[in-house]
Every structure is written in C-alpha cells, then in structure tokens.
DNA sequence: GCGGGTGTTCACGC
DNA sequence: CGCGTGAACACCCG
C-alpha cells in the first residue's frame, strides 16, 4: 500500500464497498495483526471511513474503530454481490482468501471484507474512536499533501534543516502520506539531488518540491496507485503507476529527460535512492 | 544463497 | 535532544 495515493485509493473503496454495512461476524486465521477485543467490532455497522496519512479507520456505530496500517503488503479485499465476476490480481495476491489472509469480516448482505498481509507488518487495532487520533503514530502525524499542508508550511518544515531533504519529506511527523516511491519521483521532477541538505534549498527548489509532489501522487491517483510490491485495490486490482515511475526502481535505466544520464541507485536513510547526476543537482 | 522490497520503530553512537 | 545508521518485524522474488 503503502503511500498516501494506494491508501487513499482503498479508503475510497472502503466508502464505496464497505461503510453501510453491518460486520456480522469476525474470523481471526492469524492473530498477529489484530490488537483489541473483537467483541467490539461484532454486529455493530461501519458508519464512515477515514485515511490519515498512510493509516485508515473504519468508524462503527458503537464510537469504537478499527485503525488500519497495512504497511509494505496488507490488502483489504472487498468480494459481494457486487463484485460478482471482477477480476482480481493473481499475481500480485490479490485472491481471497489465500494462505496471507489473517482475518475475514463477515458483512451482512452475503459479502466480507478480507485482510491480507504477506509479511505480516501491518496491524488492526480496534479502540474507541475517540481515541484513534491519541494513537501515537497518527498524533505525531505531520500536514498531508491535498488536505492541511500548505505551500508557507512546508517552507516552514524544509527551510533551515540540516537533514537530507529526501529522509526529512519522508518523515511523518514532518509531512504526512510521502513514502519511498514519491520522494524520489518528486525531487527527480524537481531536479533535487536527494543527498542535498534541506537548508541548501533555495525558495525556488523547495516551491518546485511542494508542486513535483502534488503532482506525481496526482498522476498516481489517476493511475490508481503503484503495484510495484503487492498492492492493490479494494477489488483486488493492480494500479498502473509503477509503469510511469520517474527514476523509482529504474537503476540502470536510461533518465527520463534523454539528457545522457542513467538512474543512479544509492541508499539513504537505509532505503533505495534513485536520481539522474545529471540533472538532479 | 544473497540482496532488496510502497513502512515504522527502536537501539545505539556521536 | 537531534541526527544518522542499522536492525528488527517476516517472506517472497530475481
């Protein structure tokens, strides 16, 4: 899922598929994921769904959630009347269900809502929904990109930091919903070298920077997100981004801007880097 | 067998 | 305290 373009696009399944429902009943297969007592979810209806930054709810009628991350490779997987004959990925696990489901929720109307999750990273946590906002990961969550964050705030968050620019936008207490894909995506689009330090931005860069990132998730949106790993929507349906990445995962690759440069791979803050030294400088 | 993977958190060293 | 690095979580893929 895992970045804010893949988990908006399965909160909007969420809205679509899932909220209006009743869960009738909860199959745990493994238990890893789920935190909180089950009772609290069981023949009570889902009433609104929400994304905050890369984590989701499901709100139900009883003022208890489900807080959702799901991670490098949760799924959520809606199959009911509706959905009767959709095609899903079979390669990139979207079937239902398969040996990474950990828990089905029985809806009424015949349908469920299937978690999977290959690496078993994610977790559901059900809690009051007054105090899904105290969890610590979505309290200490910074602005998002399309909703609070604004051009004069992420002046605010880059200027004068000494820190990497691409580890710093990544950061969810500074910005929330930028993961791996975009950050890298956004500065190649605004010819930022990642090893630059934010302080060494001039107004002009970090102005390019704030728009490079609206724009790539926004193409994202529009291509329903990247399936480079094991995403995929509500249905079980790949998105299409990963085929119109900039640089992300294209070592070796030619540079997008046919300038004689090829993609570079580097690691920073311990995660894969991928730029042009031609003109990400 | 090895390295690497859309994320987050923690431990450690400076 | 802040920042960087590396590891851990667990498992598949090339």
Redesign the pocket.
Known sequence: ???LP?TETIKKGLQKYVVGHTIENVQVLHP?PIQGDINNVIGKKVISSRRI???LTLDLSNEYSLAI?V???GQLIYRGLETQGVKVSET??GTVPN??THVIFKLDHDSKLYYND????GWIKILKTSDVLEL??FK?MGPEPFKDLTLGKFENIVKG????IK??I?D?TKIGG????YANDALFRAKIDPNR?SKSLAPSEIRSLYDSLLAVMEKSFKEG???????VNILGQE?NY?NHSLV??KAGKKCPRNDGGAIK?I??????TFYCEKCQK
């Open positions: 899922m895992p970045e893949e890893g930054g890369k984590g991350h991670k490098l490779t990139k696990v040996k990474f290959q690496r078993r990273f610590a990961f200490n930091k000494s820190t990497n580890p710093l990544m969810q930028v993961g791996n894909i330090t997100g990247a399936s480079e790993l094991s995403f998105g990963q992300y995962g791979r690691a920073l803050g311990g995660r894969g």
